[in-house]
């Protein structure tokens, strides 16, 4: 069975540019999840999806992101404009269950995003 | 205060030793608690859940102490393979899990 899936691996682009990032999760989890990890920091929580709901999105730290999951399917996460602070590596999780003890979340390998 | 502090790293240890790492966290709401280990340039990935009651995983025991909002993790007879960065992970009273900055450990021969 295929994992989270994240694409692209990389990317660099130019301040000001326009970057989306796509998350394909495990195939029947509802739970779509994205992470962010800025350099010497910890790992951040982005926002959460319920299908194609927003059930969280606390963790978005401006409104130059934009995610969707359109179908409950697949989520994108869009950085407009992208700024130097932005660079990090972007993490997507996804899980069958959520609120619940014991509640797996599996990673995505991540994108790893550089703003020059 | 951060929402989960851990160790600073890194720990250096000898194949065979037994290590242990130490985690706080803030929110009294928080319910589940969770070790990830993240291997270089990978994605973290699920160790062990930690249970109220303690529970162990074979060289790996991992304890919850609500009172003092304190986690812990035991490796015993540490593997060069243990070599990773072990994350302790919360699961507040919202949906989000909170990550720790991760504690490094370095296993050698």
């Known amino acids: 069975e295929a994992g989270v899936t994240q694409f692209p691996s990389h990317s660099v682009i130019e301040k000001g540019q326009t970057v989306t990032l796509r998350c394909d999760p495990i195939?029947?989890?509802?739970?779509l999840y994205w992470y962010r990890r800025v350099m010497g920091k910890e790992i951040k929580f982005l926002l959460h999806f319920v299908k194609e709901s927003k059930q969280d999105e606390s963790g978005m730290p401006n409104n130059r992101f934009l995610a969707e999951r359109t179908g409950g399917t697949y989520s994108t996460l869009k950085v407009q404009p992208a700024e130097l602070e932005d660079s990090g590596v972007y993490f997507c999780a996804s899980s069958q269950d959520w609120g619940r003890l014991n509640t797996e979340a599996f990673f995505g390998q991540g994108t790893r995003l550089t703003v020059v | 205060r951060k929402e989960v502090e851990q160790d600073p790293g890194p720990f250096n240890v000898p194949e065979g030793a037994t290590v242990a790492f130490n985690c706080t966290y803030s929110?009294?709401?928080?319910?589940?608690f969770f070790w990830y280990r993240q291997d270089c340039r990978k994605e973290p990935k699920l160790l062990m859940s930690v249970y109220s009651s303690g529970n162990e995983d074979g060289r790996f025991t991992a304890q919850l102490n609500r009172a003092s909002q304190y986690i812990s993790l035991l490796i015993r007879d540490s593997k060069l393979s243990d070599s990773a960065t072990y994350l302790c992970?919360?699961?507040?009273?919202?949906?989000?899990?909170?990550f720790g900055k991760g504690t490094t450990l370095s296993v050698s021969s």
């Open positions: 195939s029947g989890h509802d739970n």
């Open positions: 929110n009294s709401a928080s319910q589940s």
């Open positions: 992970v919360v699961l507040g009273a919202g949906t989000a899990l909170i």
